[in-house]
């Protein structure tokens, strides 16, 4: 399955990449005027008007004796795609997994286990807010497909000018954070110089001379 995902945002297969890709994009955009079991109805809709026109078509071919019997489909139908035992167990683990780290991770930041994570946070909060003023959550998935199957392929044919780029980036950010290290060094206070241990013996005192008797 993970195979298959990478071929499609790869355009490994243009034609199946293209068709996934624009049905996706019509699909979703659909849903902006109509509801999504509307969206939903047309597309079944319009793949089987495709569909029982193609199986009438090799059926009335096999009662003219024109066609063997074969079926236009017959790969789709031979297709399993059922989950074994172990990769069903494998795959709800996953899951479990991915919804235990989300509520450990909400929690340490909603009861404020570490203060800059959580007013990190808060930052993002509030920048959602003005995010979903400006925009609505359909348009944002509209624009990650597009991002998903776009960034890929620019990566594929700008590979060079991109890792120019990002090392660039890098050595840019590498210079600022030296530069910021020697600013610090040079403003922070020097060291208070280590005084010297007391010394824990003390000095016998000096023993009295006797009086001579005379």
Not at 146 to 168: C, D, E, G, H, N
Request: charged letters at 20%; glycine letters at 4%.
């Amino acid at each position: 399955m993970a195979s298959k995902l990478v071929d499609l945002v790869y355009w490994r297969k243009m034609r199946r990449t293209g068709v996934v890709f624009t049905g996706l994009v019509i699909s979703l955009a659909s849903l902006f005027q109509l509801s999504a079991i509307t969206v939903i109805s047309h597309i079944c809709l319009g793949v089987m008007c495709v569909t029982f026109t193609l199986r009438f078509y090799y059926k009335l071919l096999e009662l003219l004796r024109w066609n063997p019997g074969v079926h236009p489909f017959q790969s789709y139908l031979d297709y399993d795609g059922s989950l074994t035992d172990k990769e069903t167990v494998m795959l709800v683990e996953e899951v479990v997994l991915l919804i235990a780290f989300a509520v450990t991770e909400l929690k340490r930041l909603l009861f404020i286990e570490s203060m800059i994570d959580s007013i990190k946070f808060v930052v993002l909060l509030y920048l959602l807010t003005y995010v979903g003023v400006e925009t609505s959550g359909l348009t944002l998935i509209i624009t990650a497909v597009i991002v998903v199957f776009s960034l890929p392929l620019l990566y594929k044919k700008q590979q060079v000018r991109i890792r120019r780029v990002v090392r660039a980036l890098k050595a840019f950010v590498k210079k600022i954070k030296n530069l910021c290290l020697s600013l610090y060094e040079t403003v922070r206070p020097p060291p208070a110089p280590a005084t010297a241990p007391k010394s824990t013996l003390i000095a016998a005192p000096a023993p009295k001379q006797k009086a001579k008797s005379k």
